[in-house]
């Protein structure tokens, strides 16, 4: 999470960490567990390449999913939530009903 940013409210926390176009649709595929770049551009196919990767690197970068890079040929990359990650479960099921 950013480290200089102070929050008004828990919402406004919230917005922060997964607010984004596709932040809350990726957090909401890895919670039935680890998938791909592949994997997850499937399920997001209006998003760019760019913009999947920028916003996988800002939920790394906040400590809420986890990126294991395998060094094969061709390249693999898979993505899971963090123990940090799980704990959006709950906001990302009340979204959903």
Do not use: W
């Amino acid at each position: 999470m950013e480290q200089n940013r102070l929050y008004n409210c828990p919402v406004d926390a919230i917005l922060g960490v997964i607010g984004g176009k596709y932040k809350p649709i990726i957090l909401f595929h890895l919670m039935d567990g680890t998938l791909r770049f592949s994997e997850l551009k499937r399920f997001l196919p209006q998003a760019t390449p760019k913009m999947l990767t920028q916003q996988l690197r800002e939920l790394e970068a906040d400590g809420i999913i986890h990126r294991e890079v395998y060094p094969v040929v061709p390249p693999k990359t898979e993505y899971s939530l963090t123990d940090f990650g799980h704990t959006m479960a709950p906001v990302l099921n009340a979204m959903c009903e």
